[in-house]
């Protein structure tokens, strides 16, 4: 979900009802509301009573529950038209917009609330987004600091600051808000993915239990198993434990979505690279290619396994497969002059 929108989803549920408690009489008996769920009734309601914020607004809720965005803009924009005091409704109606793309209409929204309440936190944090879209963080920074003075447990502000100060690159104070982040909210999934990538940026062990905790709330992730998988590939031991966990994490990927070419290509990687299994490295590189028919990448990589194996030949087809994907591949075509040569 998208975390601008967590703050206003007690208003949304409500909005059939009484528009966050907020609108004037002509508001709807839910008893009829929720057996008569047809547009039909919805603008027999606005008919009814015109001049009335909830028609519109439970109408508006219906449209987004058939996914017709456009319409449900429109009815909520009536609404506030009728009652601009509904700040809740104007908050909800910007993150309509900017899901959208009317960033200027999202924004519009959003500083109409502040307007009217200048302590509006969900809309502080709204801008504070948009600002970091644009890359204008001295804005974007005093609004999340602006947010923290009214309540400093708010997590999505802490993961904002985190990103900002990642984006301007200072990974120590990143690292520091969103470890604070998930000391507020130890359920934010987000933030503990990018403290693994900041840890595995910086070559450090904690990166697995930071992805080990995004798997563990989010078992299915692709995104998390996928990070720690990769670690566990680029930080390998020895006794080849962690690729044989890389391996599985892989598998874990394939079993989950079986078009997955990017873990049949790792799973290629490892072998190749790592293990010095070439044969193993040409199956999974094939693979990846029976998935993606124009990854150059993993034509050029079963070429390379091929020539390991001493297939000159087959090397030599694989390597003109990648450049028939992507001519200006030039590891391929090194590759591609070295066969050639000891084929003659």
């Not at 910007?94 to 009217?116: C, I, Y």
């Amino acid at each position: 979900m998208n975390a601008l929108r967590a703050a206003a989803i007690p208003c949304l549920v409500a909005l059939t009802l009484s528009g966050c408690g907020n609108g004037p009489s002509g508001e709807i008996n839910p008893e009829e509301g929720a057996i008569l769920d047809s547009l039909a009734w919805f603008n027999d309601q606005v008919v009814e009573s015109p001049n009335a914020t909830a028609p519109y607004l439970a109408r508006g809720a219906f449209h987004l529950r058939n996914g017709d965005a456009g319409s449900a803009i429109d009815d909520y924009a009536r609404a506030i038209t009728l009652d601009s005091a509904l700040v809740d409704v104007r908050h909800e109606l910007g993150l309509m917009r900017f899901d959208v793309r009317d960033f200027e209409g999202a924004v519009r929204e959003w500083e109409g609330v502040l307007s009217t309440d200048p302590e509006h936190i969900p809309s502080i944090l709204s801008l504070a987004k948009v600002d970091l879209l644009l890359r204008s963080y001295d804005p974007a920074l005093k609004r999340i600091n602006d947010a923290l003075r009214l309540d400093d447990r708010l997590e999505e502000a802490y993961f904002l600051k985190g990103r900002l100060y990642l984006e301007t690159g200072d990974t120590l104070t990143a690292a520091s808000s969103f470890q604070t982040a998930v000391e507020v909210a130890p359920e934010r999934y987000d933030a503990y993915i990018q403290l693994g990538l900041l840890y595995a940026a910086a070559h450090d062990d904690l990166a697995l239990e930071y992805f080990g905790t995004a798997r563990t709330l989010r078992p299915n992730s692709i995104e998390a198993i996928y990070d720690e998988a990769m670690y566990l590939q680029e930080h390998g031991t020895s006794d080849g434990t962690r690729y044989a966990q890389a391996l599985s994490l892989y598998d874990r990927i394939l079993s989950l979505d079986t078009a997955n070419a990017s873990a049949a290509f790792n799973k290629g990687f490892v072998h190749l690279e790592y293990l010095g299994q070439y044969d193993s490295a040409s199956f999974w590189f094939e693979e990846a290619i029976a998935r993606l028919p124009y990854y150059h990448q993993a034509h050029y990589n079963k070429g390379l396994a091929l020539e390991s194996m001493g297939d000159n030949s087959g090397a030599l087809a694989a390597y003109n497969a990648a450049l028939s994907f992507d001519p200006a591949y030039t590891p391929a075509a090194i590759a591609k002059g070295r066969v050639l040569q000891a084929l003659r």
